[in-house]
Antibody, heavy 117, light 107 residues
Framework: QVQLQESGPGLVKPSETLSLTCTVS????????WSWIRQPPGKGLEWIGH???????NYNPSLKSRVTISIDTSKNQFSLKLNSVTAADTAVYYC???????????WGKGTAVTVSS | DIQMTQSPSTLSASVGDRVTITCRAS??????LAWYQQKPGKAPKLLIC???SLESGVPSRFSGSGSGTEFTLTISSLQPDDFATYYC?????????FGQGTNLEIK
């Protein structure tokens, strides 16, 4: 049974880079798409982007200039980098498996990231 | 971006009630729609994909329908575990977008 676990700093300073990693266990990352989604406190869900195991990625244009998603198949991990963060990037960040470039069927538990000095 | 609009934003209902949540897309998305359930402090859970395909393990009281721009999620007989927030999501066009959520609360 595939499981996902996010990891990374819970506090990031404004203008710095948010970096998170998602570790996939119980299955291989070398199939399907792998996504990042975020949820600001008390608000709804925002799709950040996803990456195929080959390394091909798609991003939300609202974040595209600041976001990079990468994948390391040797470690069964994929990562999110969001640069030049502001308080508006404070959110719970989720990683998820995306089946057939479609819906997200397995999610990590989420990790809360606060942007503050 | 395709805008997804859910109604109502909040729904008060009782155990045993039949409830319907509507999701409208700003343009046609064929049947490329998913429904998720989220409880406080938890990750979303996929309930339905491709508008009407129930995920494995999801109770049969949940059902989805629709195509094009209008979709519904129906719970035939509410159970205590169903009180949560529900989101629709389109995956017809990048960027994928979610509805604003429907908070299903106990009356």
């Amino acid at each position: 049974q595939v499981q996902l676990q996010e990891s990374g700093p819970g506090l990031v300073k404004p203008s710095e880079t948010l970096s998170l990693t998602c570790t996939v266990s119980g299955g291989s990352i070398s199939s399907d798409y792998w996504s990042w989604i975020r949820q600001p406190p008390g608000k709804g869900l925002e799709w950040i982007g996803h990456i195929y195991y080959s390394g091909s990625a798609n991003y939300n244009p609202s974040l595209k200039s600041r976001v990079t998603i990468s994948i390391d198949t040797s470690k069964n991990q994929f990562s999110l980098k969001l640069n030049s963060v502001t308080a508006a990037d404070t959110a719970v960040y989720y990683c998820a498996r995306t089946i057939a470039v479609a819906s997200m069927d397995v999610w990590g538990k989420g990790t809360a990231v606060t942007v503050s000095s | 971006d395709i805008q997804m609009t859910q109604s109502p934003s909040t729904l008060s209902a009782s155990v045993g009630d039949r409830v319907t949540i509507t999701c409208r897309a700003s343009q046609s998305i064929s049947s490329w729609l998913a429904w998720y359930q989220q409880k406080p402090g938890k990750a979303p859970k996929l309930l339905i994909c491709k508008a009407s395909s129930l995920e494995s393990g999801v109770p049969s009281r949940f059902s989805g329908s629709g195509s094009g721009t209008e979709f519904t999620l129906t719970i035939s007989s509410l159970q205590p575990d169903d009180f949560a927030t529900y989101y629709c999501q389109q995956y017809n066009t990048y960027p994928y977008t979610f509805g604003q959520g429907t908070n299903l609360e106990i009356k």
